[in-house]
């Protein structure tokens, strides 16, 4: 029986507990771009039943943190809401690994392609709920659609003949072989590709190829466009659960699936046919196989020698699809915070890997996070494994052995008081205020200043910073560029934006708690650091509305 009263109170509790944390996060992490995650561990006794919580305690926590993510942002405290995902993509992951293990511990049978890809969909996505139940629904409606048709069709086609069990079985488990005679697979495929590349759009999206959207299967799904890996994921689950087995192939080029008229060991050397969901579900053969994708060679030409990939071989090519994609971001903003998911979910995926642990290392130490995981994964490498394996173990720990401390040191530092900065007379703007780049014309919001160019010499040279008038002896402002870049800029090179507005940056609650029309207003830690730019920014926003000046807060 439940206890609603019991529920409630326990919801109420958790989600008080919860906010209270939240709101002393600022003070700690000003500093931190990136928080390690034992930085979170405060949150465990919150979530975690084994710690004491209550069962549900975990859905209480991301309901109210998603609230937080979702309410406009306008009308929220944005540094609340910054630090709401942060927390919430901690929750997320770290139930995530729970579900992994689940995943893992299923019969081979059972590690159905869809279910890695949710898995995937959720780690990257965490203000985003992502349900296996929806993304099920959806394949299940395309199923849907497809018998429809082929009842128009075939009316007397065997599936009409099917019990519901039968059906759900195919749903939940990985057949071992078409389940119906070749004439009536032919119609079902036939019919399969209709309703998908046809009448429901799906196809290859090869202008924005390494986009990540495109490889969420909840994105593909809704926006009906994505890459070969997620086509082929959503073309076999919905083929199974009509009783037709595909298999999925990761070659070193493209990824297909293969499909034989008929499976089983007497059948070894039956033609296979590769479908190629990425170019609208055609039938490749060696014979007919074009070139792919500009690669020179055909990538089914060694007939019958690749395997059918797992569904864990599967969600790993995934995971590295996300890391690409990273790397190739247009932006350096924000590019840490993806770079360093992807890798934490290969990490996951392949604990063991020493590649992707020397990676994931290379960004904890470039935040100054905590390597203490990595470091006891490194020191505990299974014996089984291949000597070159424990040869890089034992290498990459001696480098994170050098940077333990002097992370640690790092980490002392942010910790300090943050120590305020005094202005002078040279100094013409205050943190908050909008400023638009006097020649490329981005709006952009002040969050830090320097009397002088304190940048490197390298980057002084290349951002040719002795041809400005002033040179580098002048101020330099930190900025949030409405592109989702973060830039620093010459005071010489800035202007107030004649029409400030809403500045589009994922960091800004970082600094800032609301936006006041005209200007953001610094959170107490930006305020602590920056005393007199209050005063500042007040006077020079009075000066220039008087003198007419505009503003949106749309």
Request: aromatic share 12%.
């Amino acid at each position: 029986m439940i206890n609603w009263k019991e529920e409630v109170k326990s919801s109420l509790s958790t989600r008080i507990k919860l906010l209270s944390h939240l709101s002393s996060m600022s003070n700690k992490y000003y500093r931190m771009e990136e928080i390690s995650n034992s930085e979170f561990e405060e949150f465990d006794p919150l979530f975690c039943p084994k710690k004491g919580a209550h069962p549900l305690a975990y859905y209480f926590l991301v309901d109210e943190l998603i609230s937080l993510i979702k309410h406009p942002a306008i009308v929220s405290n944005l540094t609340d809401r910054y630090y709401a995902l942060k927390i919430v993509h901690y929750l997320k992951q770290t139930h995530l690994k729970d579900e992994w293990k689940k995943f893992l511990s299923l019969p081979p049978k059972q590690q159905t392609l869809e279910r890695g890809a949710t898995i995937v969909a959720q780690w990257s996505q965490p203000e985003r709920h992502v349900s296996y139940f929806a993304i099920s629904s959806a394949l299940d409606n395309i199923a849907e659609q497809t018998k429809e048709l082929l009842r128009e069709r075939y009316p007397n086609h065997t599936i009409f003949s099917i019990p519901t069990e039968r059906f759900n079985f195919w749903k939940n488990n990985i057949i071992g072989d078409n389940q119906w005679n070749i004439t009536e697979t032919r119609q079902l495929i036939d019919a399969l590709c209709e309703v998908l590349f046809k009448r429901l759009g799906f196809y290859g999206n090869s202008e924005m190829y390494y986009s990540s959207e495109n490889s969420f299967i909840d994105h593909v799904l809704e926006h009906r466009r994505g890459i070969p890996i997620t086509l082929a994921i959503v073309f076999e689950s919905v083929a199974r659960r009509l009783g037709i087995h595909c298999e999925p192939v990761s070659f070193p080029s493209h990824f297909l699936l293969r499909w034989k008229e008929t499976y089983g060991p007497q059948f070894k050397d039956t033609e296979n046919f590769y479908i190629d969901v990425f170019n609208g579900g055609q039938f490749l053969t060696k014979k007919n196989c074009p070139r792919i994708g500009g690669i020179s060679r055909c990538p089914i030409e060694k007939y019958n020698v690749h395997e059918a990939a797992t569904a864990i071989e599967v969600v790993t090519r995934m995971a590295n699809n996300l890391e690409i994609a990273a790397r190739q971001h247009t932006h350096v903003c924000g590019r840490t915070a993806r770079l360093r998911s992807a890798l934490e979910l290969q990490y996951m995926i392949q604990p063991n890997d020493a590649n992707t642990i020397l990676q994931l290392g290379r960004i904890y130490i470039s935040q100054s996070m905590d390597l203490s995981e990595l470091v006891e994964r490194l020191e505990n490498i299974p014996e089984d494994l291949e000597l070159i394996s424990r040869g890089q173990a034992n290498l990459i720990l001696q480098t994170f052995n050098v940077h333990i401390f002097q992370s640690y040191q790092r980490k002392l530092q942010y910790r300090e008081e943050v120590r305020p900065k005094i202005r002078n007379p040279s100094i013409k703007y205050a943190i908050g205020l909008i400023v638009k780049h006097k020649f490329h014309g981005c709006l952009c919001v002040i969050t830090g200043w320097d009397t002088f160019c304190t940048a490197p010499t390298e980057w002084k040279n290349q951002m040719d910073v002795d041809e400005l008038r002033d040179g580098a002896d002048q101020p330099f402002y930190d900025v949030l560029v409405d592109n989702g870049s973060c830039q620093y800029m010459a005071q010489e090179n800035l202007e107030l934006a004649s029409n400030p507005g809403w500045i589009h940056h994922y960091q800004i609650g970082r600094y800032f708690y609301k936006f006041s029309g005209a200007h953001y207003i610094p959170n107490e830690a930006a305020a602590r650091e920056y005393p007199e730019d209050e005063k500042i920014c007040n006077e020079l926003l009075v000066t220039y509305m008087q003198n007419g000046m505009t503003y949106s807060t749309t």
